[in-house]
């Protein structure tokens, strides 16, 4: 029974998918590649407004965010004293050649009858990222109680291979109990 209600959990995040296109579409179009700091934006203005546009999308949905002055940012549903975290990040690598679709753009393909999408980030890792937000839609809309805080954080240096953005939000911000990522 249990692993019913699991497949029937999975399979209802696919009623979303028009939502998760679109939101994943605006994301994908920042091209949210780390630079060096800009004013008040340690990793550049680009990298500021993914984490703007992740938080709005996050709080359109009713899910708690906390902006840690755009080092990082993270969405959190539940409640309890542990807190469970999916680390996930939204920069991307810099643009390079070779594309055959537009980069920074969302881009749906059949290739060789398979249904595909393209963008620069879609599997690393802002398409993940997006997917754990939805997730979490999914928890909130269906009611189910959580017995402890679920966090996705967001990170902004993970491809210049820096840990910049996570050392600060493990200097300011709570650490989580334990941790996965979908990179």
Not at 52 to 76: C, F, L, P, W
Not at 84 to 93: E, R, S
Not at 141 to 147: A, I, R, T
Not at 154 to 162: A, D, I, M, S
Request: hydrophobic content about 35%; aromatic content about 10%; overall charge negative.
């Amino acid at each position: 029974m249990e692993r019913m209600k699991c497949i029937m959990f999975g399979e209802k995040i696919l009623d979303y998918w028009d939502d998760i296109m679109k939101d994943l579409g605006d994301i994908i179009a920042i091209p949210s590649v780390a630079q060096p700091q800009d004013g008040p934006y340690p990793f550049g203005k680009d990298a500021a407004t993914a984490v703007d546009k992740a938080i709005e999308i996050a709080e359109r949905y009713g899910i708690k965010t906390k902006n840690s002055d755009y080092y990082a940012m993270h969405a959190e549903l539940g409640e309890g004293e542990e807190n469970a975290v999916v680390m996930a990040h939204l920069d991307v690598v810099p643009e390079g050649s070779g594309w055959e679709y537009p980069c920074f753009g969302l881009t749906r393909a059949t290739v060789d009858g398979e249904k595909r999408v393209y963008g620069r980030g879609i599997s690393d890792d802002k398409g993940p990222a997006m997917m754990c937000v939805y997730a979490m839609k999914e928890l909130l809309d269906s009611g189910v109680k959580l017995n402890r805080r679920i966090r996705v954080l967001f990170g902004l240096t993970e491809e210049r291979g820096e840990w910049y953005d996570m050392n600060y939000y493990r200097e300011h911000e709570e650490l989580p109990t334990f941790g996965i990522t979908p990179d």
